[in-house]
């Protein structure tokens, strides 16, 4: 008999008591939920990868599927949104863009936060979409957030594509500051996920996060420097303001890019130990709730 107790990661074998000739019974495994405060464990998502890659294949199957120009979307939503911030605070308000043309200096920016956004909405409404998943069978709840995030990746690689031609039209070639790129992705990564984690959980629970999240990321816009520089807010707001991880990831991008000034380090500093702190919380928090999942979904 093989007994399945503690942390769904640990398995005990249990000697039959009937003697080596006796008829042994089918297999009994108990699935029990993981310790208060218990992080998940990562050798149990990597026994789970394979789960993890169908679900991000058939997130990325079905994001545009039956739509008449497909993964295009992908490039049009950033691209038609640049052209009206263009249009509105680089033409009508004349909004400073750090001597780079208002365009790319919008689009570099919508690249990063249009992924972080998608991200974001895709893995707080992870769980609730698969509840008919969790509900019927076991495997780290947490690879449901994971997944989601990989859709919006594919769009990013995309979109990335037209910001090249954007630079080439404009006669900008970024320097060897855009090695440091994929840590800003990184970081666009990290912060959607920490957010992700605490909002997936609490939406099981809570529907209303399903409604408050688009709102959320509506305002988290306008206090993001993606119409404008981060140079233009005032000094005595600038360390608070600092504590928004998307403003660091936004210019660090067009540092990276296009050379614009550099992100200051203590500034960068605060914003990376933000999110490393939502990150460990938002995984504790995670593994806390897990246990109610299957019940409350």
């Known amino acids: 008999m093989t007994q399945r107790t503690g942390s769904p990661a640990t398995t005990q074998q249990v000697e039959p008591a009937n003697g080596g000739g006796a008829t042994v019974k089918p297999t009994d495994v108990i699935v029990e939920p993981v310790r208060s405060w218990e992080a998940p464990d990562l050798r149990e998502i990597w026994r789970h990868r394979e789960l993890l890659y169908f679900l991000a294949w058939r997130d990325i199957k079905v994001r545009y599927k039956q739509t008449l120009i497909g993964a295009a979307w992908a490039i049009l939503q950033p691209f038609l949104v640049m052209v ?34 998608s991200a974001l909405v895709a893995s707080s409404n992870s769980l609730v979409r698969d509840a008919n998943l969790i509900t019927k069978v076991y495997f780290p709840r947490v690879i449901a957030p994971i997944a989601a995030t990989f859709a919006p990746a594919v769009d990013f690689v995309l979109a990335f594509l037209i910001l090249l031609m954007l ?68 000094e005595p707001w600038r360390t608070l ?13 067009r540092w990276a890019l296009l050379g614009t000034e550099p992100v200051p380090l203590p500034m960068m500093l605060a914003s990376g130990a933000m999110v490393i702190l939502l990150l460990v919380s938002g995984t504790f928090y995670f593994g806390r709730a897990e246990a109610q999942f299957a019940d409350v979904v």
């Open 84 to 117: 009206v911030f263009s249009l509105i605070f680089g033409g009508l308000l004349a909004v400073p863009s750090n001597g780079v043309p208002y365009p790319v200096f919008a689009y570099a920016a919508l690249l990063p936060w249009t992924f972080f956004a």
């Open 167 to 234: 630079m080439l039209f404009f006669g900008i070639v970024p320097g060897i500051t855009v090695l440091a790129l994929p840590i800003f992705w990184l970081f666009a990564l990290l912060t959607a996920l920490a957010f992700g984690l605490w909002l997936s959980a609490l939406n099981v629970k809570y529907r209303d996060v399903g409604y408050v999240v688009p709102f959320l990321i509506q305002v988290w816009l306008f206090l993001t420097p993606v119409v404008y520089p981060s140079s233009i807010v005032p």
């Open 241 to 253: 303001y600092w504590l928004n991880p998307m403003a660091g990831v936004v210019e660090g991008f």
